[in-house]
């Protein structure tokens, strides 16, 4: 299907696979047209590319790439995010095809607005959020609907201004927001000052009636409005520009607002307070988030949890379908603000007019889509060369999940192996990141799993997604006869797990899990040196792992967590090195006790988790997210009679055993990665029988993970 994607600050039109089935929570929507907002999609494209100096937490990020990686794969993956496709827009209109199994008021074939720059992207088909979705009433036209998240937005801010009847409102920046919330304003009862350096804006809305008076902001501009009013000022203002470096408008505004007036932030503008106006005036500030109420809640958005209309008269999705409402009753005039609509097949034509300079720059520009009646005949997809038939010696690969992880570690080392493997077939999500991934690898791009699965010339699949989803696929390949690396975890229930091993041993297949450290060349020394050091063991593990925001997917509790999706790491090496993945059978679970610190962002993010086992070993992991610094990522410390011996993150081994020293040092860190896929080439071609790493054992490190998370949140309640 066609979609859009802007690739270092330039837009282009791609043929990327089509879209699989929406999740629960979610519509499968055949567009018909969306909308470009000039002000807001150019500041998309100016702010675009990989920039790791634009706040701390990227800087932070890229030094500690640094350090793990070295500077050349820092510059490779800097390049790679510069070049990278991003979807584009925010605000489209089209025909529901299917809803997920817990959608509620929508049906195929209802005509629905869509919003949300996660969801509403200009592509010929998409899967958005129920709750950022409203039904088109009747008489409104797909192209007017397209409109409705440019209307949401205006919308919340006047409601986020209180606009009263009979007030003056001065809209500071008159394209396609500020037209939407002049007329808004005129509809609430409002007289509208309209103030904007494009002359052609303002006499476009002065000839339509939407503003009372209008300028173009000077020197002399407060003493216009205040000539205007009386001498009192503007009752409220509407920033609705975007001028990130400009601190001039929220002066400006301040200016011209009455005493005790109000200021609403609709744009993007630096909020530099000149405190004595503010003072003086007793202005109040608040800034306009988005659509409403609900917008970036993923419980909202994501989880289908609606705010109730008691208590939260008008969420995005009420306000979308308000603005809708008004168009229906001929309250606002829409059509009149398109002065120019394209095909998507000339999508890159109408992001032209956009640029900055560019004349005459329509204040409204629509996109539509080449089907008649909501329909468009199939067809075949171009996509990346289809591959030839499997080459003897090589197994053929299919890849599913192209996210960050898949496509900076295991699709480079596979490229890199490209004597032992041949990715065919790579599938994901978001359509255009398996097509730049095929684009890249040269594989064929995919649409869902099930194109996989069915692939004769596929040998092998690489589970790549996220957690949730790991057992469920698994199962799938499994029942479509196809050896399985599954990334870790294996699952995120014990309901999961315990089905997936049913299909198993009902059908058992080439499958292995992705616990890479214990493939780690300094690992394989550690363990071999272990031998001569003496009994009792301590093991204490140290790991600062990544400190990531409270939204990250991984704290959602479908996802598992930290202990079930990162902790299983740690606890698979330990067990590996002391050669055994369970507890004491003898004491049982009882032997396990784990603990988190208050005050971090989620509960698994300052842990000590203390292991006992039957060798006289006890190990100790404890795992916080922070910034490595000088300490180091990953720090495994194993002292015994007769010495110790310390691995620095997987780069360097130090170790004092029966008097003796010695110190191995590689110049960048070795987890294991790629021994792991030369392994496994042997294993799924037939010529290892055994496998990497059993099933079984696979499953009691998952067991244990549950428990330990269990037992964390038991202790945190008491």
Request: proline share 5%; glycine share 8%.
């Amino acid at each position: 299907m066609k979609k859009l994607l802007l690739e270092g600050g330039r837009v282009r039109l791609c043929e990327v696979p089509g879209i699989g089935e929406p999740d629960d929570h979610e519509l499968k929507v055949r567009l018909l047209a969306s909308a470009l907002s000039p002000g807001s999609e150019q500041a998309l494209i100016v702010s675009s590319g990989f920039n790791p100096v634009q706040s701390s937490n990227r800087f932070r990020q890229a030094l500690d790439y640094w350090r793990q990686r070295g500077i050349g794969a820092l510059v490779e993956k800097i390049s790679e995010k510069l070049h990278m496709g991003h979807p584009v827009g925010y605000s489209a209109a089209g025909i529901v095809v299917a809803c997920g199994r817990q959608v509620s008021g929508f049906a195929p074939g209802d005509r629905v607005a869509c919003s949300g720059n996660q969801f509403a992207h200009h592509a010929e088909e998409i899967l958005a959020s129920s709750r950022l979705c409203v039904k088109i009433p009747h008489g409104v036209s797909f192209e007017e609907a397209s409109t409705a998240t440019l209307g949401a937005i205006a919308l919340n801010a006047l409601r986020q201004l209180d606009v009263r009847l009979g007030e003056t409102i001065a809209i500071v920046g008159m394209g396609a927001l500020g037209q939407i919330a002049a007329q808004l304003s005129r509809a609430a009862g409002a007289r509208v000052i309209g103030i904007d350096r494009n002359a052609r804006r303002l006499s476009f809305a002065h000839e339509r009636g939407w503003i009372w008076k209008f300028l173009e902001p000077s020197a002399s501009s407060p003493a216009q409005v205040f000539d205007w009013t009386r001498g009192h000022g503007v009752d409220g203002v509407v920033l609705a520009l975007h001028a990130p470096a400009d601190p001039a408008p929220i002066e400006f505004a301040a200016r011209i607002l009455r005493r005790r007036g109000r200021l609403t932030i609709l744009g993007d503008v630096p909020v530099a307070l000149p405190r004595s106006l503010f003072y003086e005036k007793d202005l109040k500030l608040n800034i306009a988030v988005s659509y409403g109420p609900g917008r970036y809640d993923p419980d909202y958005e994501e989880r289908g949890v609606d705010y109730p209309e008691t208590y939260v008269r008008w969420t995005a999705a009420r306000n979308m379908a308000c603005y809708l409402e008004l168009i229906s009753d001929k309250r606002l005039d829409v059509n009149s603000l398109v002065q120019a609509v394209y095909p998507i097949e000339k999508a890159e034509e109408a992001y032209a007019q956009l640029a900055p300079g560019a004349s005459q720059a329509a204040i409204l520009t629509l996109l539509t889509y080449g089907y008649a009646n909501g329909r468009k005949a199939d067809k075949p997809m171009a996509l990346a060369p289809q591959v030839n038939a499997r080459p003897r010696g090589r197994i053929g690969l299919g890849i599913i999940g192209a996210g960050g992880f898949a496509s900076s570690t295991h699709l480079p080392l596979l490229s890199k192996l490209s004597e032992l493997y041949e990715i065919r077939a790579i599938c994901n999500r978001h359509p255009e990141k398996s097509w730049q991934a095929a684009r890249k690898f040269g594989a064929r791009a995919c649409s869902s799993p099930a194109e996989i699965f069915s692939d004769q010339r596929v040998n092998a699949v690489l589970i790549a997604t996220r957690h949730q989803t790991h057992a469920l696929l698994a199962r799938e390949a499994l029942a479509a006869g196809k050896a399985v690396f599954l990334e870790k975890p294996l699952a995120v229930t014990i309901g999961d797990l315990e089905n997936l091993e049913r299909v198993y041993h009902d059908k058992p297949a080439p499958f292995h899990i992705g616990f890479n450290r214990r493939f780690s060349p300094l690992v394989q020394q550690l363990k071999f040196q272990l031998k001569d050091l003496g009994k009792p063991w301590m093991i204490q593990y140290r790991v600062a792992a990544e400190s990531l925001p409270a939204s990250h997917w991984i704290y959602e509790p479908l996802e598992g967590g930290r202990v079930i999706g990162e902790l299983c790491h740690m606890i698979d090496l330990v067990g590996y090195l002391i050669g055994s993945t369970t507890l004491d059978p003898s004491v049982g679970p009882s032997d396990c006790s784990a603990n988190s610190l208050n005050g971090a962002t989620h509960l698994t993010d300052a842990l000590i988790v203390t292991l006992r086992y039957s060798q006289d070993v006890m190990a100790t992991i404890q795992y916080q997210a922070s910034s490595p610094g000088f300490l180091g990522k990953e720090r495994l410390e194993i002292t015994g009679t007769d010495g110790a011996i310390v691995l620095e993150d997987f780069k360097r081994l130090k170790a004092h055993v029966r008097g003796k020293d010695f110190t191995i040092e590689r110049d960048a860190p070795a987890k294991g990665f790629e021994e792991q896929w030369r392994l496994l080439a042997r294993y799924f071609g037939g010529i290892s029988p055994s496998p990497l790493i059993s099933f079984d054992e696979a499953a009691a490190v998952t067991r244990l993970t549950f428990f330990i998370d269990q037992e964390i949140r038991r202790v945190s309640s008491v």
